[in-house]
């Protein structure tokens, strides 16, 4: 051939392979997934992921979208910035270059953890109890773009009260079995498998390493993964540590002025005395905090600041009787919203289920309550200034200024002794430091499960109105006023906005859960008796719930019952709910009675029950079945009753009759 034709031809022949191999490429895989470290565009790397932790080891969330009217985002992420070290429960999410098929997702939380799962989250840490365990994840594929994601967004939301552990490390994993829209398997990103091939920036390539090592472990080829997300979970528990170690060995007590006791009310069952005890306050700023301040600090060598004392109004309910001679078991109860250092005697009477069993009781006023509000507030106000979701370093560190001073309070009773001739035919009285037990009701049960957890002198603890789990409290709320209308609006949505993209998977209530665990209750179920604290021993836990209740809606309180590892006890009386969340935490079915159920982390017999109730027949809300229903106010007066008398305690039988002995009679 003519070498003149043959270099004409060339060019044409140069583009048509190139055409060809175009169109090969395109049959060989369809969308990809971003995966663009380093850029600006907070969504072009998945989210959470390890690259964000900063230099300080804490979370940097800067770029986070923030719309015009999102008045609040700004805050959190500056309190994630000075205290958050790490991740949480929340969701993590995916962008792709195009639309991909729900369909070739796992369709229920069970096949998310199915060997075959297209889509999983998993632990990656080698040597920890549950590497290689898979966790179950919902999900949710939205092709339109919202004012918090762009389109073609991918979110994997962990079961709330599955209990990713603390300090660990997992992996968001998106395989190549996820297909696009015309049904072509996702591409991998070549900046991803350069963070698997560790020839990646440094920084990547340290994030990214563990997984590597574990799909290397695991057989599973680099190509067989689109994406992934490398993330580790913040650990709350050295800071609670931090407040319980200052509470119970560095504070300088006040002790109780036992000469200023007085007899404030008698009873049939029990005796109420009334005090002052002085407690630390270790909230910086001016209460009630509402935009600024509440924080805790911590100085050089990691302690907890006492900002002041105070003083405070305590009742102490001590039952009829002869003293036994340890002295009386002593419960600690915190009150719920608008509540008071009595409202564990008179209408509610818990001191009445309590001394019938030979069980003392005290309260005080809760922060933001009665003569601990400051002047002016308006007490309509106290659940708000509690809850104030406005000023994120209060929301958190009110419930553990709440749990610290609680510790405090049992270092004093313990302390005290009630003079002779106060308490009628007693002689001195003193508390038994070898059962002392605790009780929360709504804002009480928030404040009680880093309490809970970590004290060293709690044996036993009964839930009332709890709830774990930010995203479900957010969007189902509705007592004593409407979250949802107002995360609304702090999230500068309309109403139509909302309706289209509000609900468990959105990325800023993942954003707001990841950043809570900090604080929040279903953080520390893990450590009421799974797991050990160093320091404490394992605690018998109880929690009762109404499926009413409109404070707490009942996937609350099953992200609580999960968390804690409790069993339920009884059939479900809203099977529907309770599904998608208690087979997370091996939750099993027990008829009552019931003793022994579970085994603490050193074998030692532990009771943990879940029991639910339906609507009052008084018409008031679920929320307040541990008050109205006889048989539960048995159950609990028995549980510490039996705590007591055989050292394991039972949840008895679900009895009617209130005053039915709690054990059978010989």
Known sequence: MN??????????????????LG??????????????????????????????????????????????????????IKTARREVKGWGQGGVFFTFNGGIDPASLPQSTQSSVAADASAYIVSIDPGTPDYGVKYPVSFKFRAAATKYLPENSLAMLPVQGSGLRHGQTYAAVVTTKVKDEEGKALKTASDFQAALAGSASADVNSVFAKLAA?????????????????YTIQDPLPRMLAMRDHAYNDYALTPIDANSLFDAEQTGDYQVIEGQVTLPNYQSGNA?????????EFDGNGKPIVQNEFSTRFALTIPKGEMPEDGWPILIYC???????????????????????????????APHHGPRAPEGTNGDWWSFYFYNASNPDAFFDNNIQGATESMVLIRQVLNLVVPAGLVPQQEATTFDPDHVFFMGHSQGSTVGPPLVAVDPMIKAAYFSGAGAGLIWNLLTKKLPFDVTALVRVALGLSEEEAAEELDEFHPALSMLQHIAEIAEGGTFGRYYYSEPVPGASPKHVAQGQGVTD?????LNQGTFAAAAHLDQVGASLDPDSLSR???????QLADSPVVANRAAYDDEPITATYSQYPAPTDGSDGHFVSFRFPELRRRIGCFFGTAVELGTPIWVDNNSNEFAPCLPEN
Not at 214 to 230: N, R, T, Y
Not at 288 to 296: C, K, S
């Open 23 to 76: 169109a090969m490429a395109a049959d060989c895989g369809g969308v990809t997934p971003n995966f663009k470290p380093g850029s600006k565009q907070f969504y072009d790397m998945p989210f959470p992921n390890d690259l964000l932790i900063g230099e300080s080891g804490t979370v940097e969330l800067g770029d986070f979208p923030q719309p015009d009217g999102a008045v609040l985002i700004n805050r959190y």
């Open 581 to 587: 969340i208690v087979w997370t935490g091996g939750m």
């Open 335 to 365: 009150h719920g919203s608008g509540g008071s250092y009595r409202s564990f005697v008179g209408s509610n009477d818990v001191s009445a289920w309590l001394a019938r069993n030979g069980v003392a009781g005290i309260g005080i006023d």
């Open 214 to 230: 574990f799909l290397d472990d695991q057989e599973i080829p680099f190509k067989s993964v689109a994406v992934a997300s490398v």
């Open 288 to 296: 009630p905090f509402t935009f600024a301040g509440g924080n805790v």
């Open 3 to 20: 070498w003149r034709l043959r270099w004409r031809r060339t060019p044409v022949m140069i583009l048509l392979l190139l055409i060809a």
């Open 550 to 554: 409109t404070y707490v809606d009942i």
